[in-house]
């Protein structure tokens, strides 16, 4: 794993999650997220909602307000969380290259 990469997606996330991000990087995200293999649409939606990834939704949700709405535990919601950021840190192909990108450009924004 690329420590480096990961590390600019773990900040990234916590930046996205203080800061709204452009609706077009938003929508891409969101389709790099529903096309994540082997990871269940539930764990999904959990982390497009958590992140406010939904596109032209402006929600900024918690682990309990998620886990309000799936009726379910607070820690659920946090291990769907990490189950979609652990896949994103390792993601190859021209996925890598497009969220680096976003990550480059939004972080930009941020200075």
């Known amino acids: 794993m690329n420590h480096e990469f990961s590390d600019m997606v773990h900040e990234f996330l916590h930046y996205i999650k203080a800061n709204n991000i452009a609706e077009e990087n938003k929508r891409i995200l969101y389709n790099i997220v529903m096309n994540l293999e082997e990871r269940t649409e539930l764990q999904r939606k959990r982390f497009l909602l958590y992140y406010s990834l939904i596109p032209n939704k402006k929600e900024n949700l918690n682990f309990v307000d998620i886990a309000n709405l799936e009726r379910c535990t607070p820690t659920a ?34 200075d």
């Open 77 to 110: 919601i946090k291990s769907s969380i990490a189950t979609i950021t652990r896949k994103l840190v390792v993601i190859k192909d021209k996925r890598k290259h497009i969220l680096l990108n976003i990550i480059k450009e939004e972080m930009r924004q941020k």
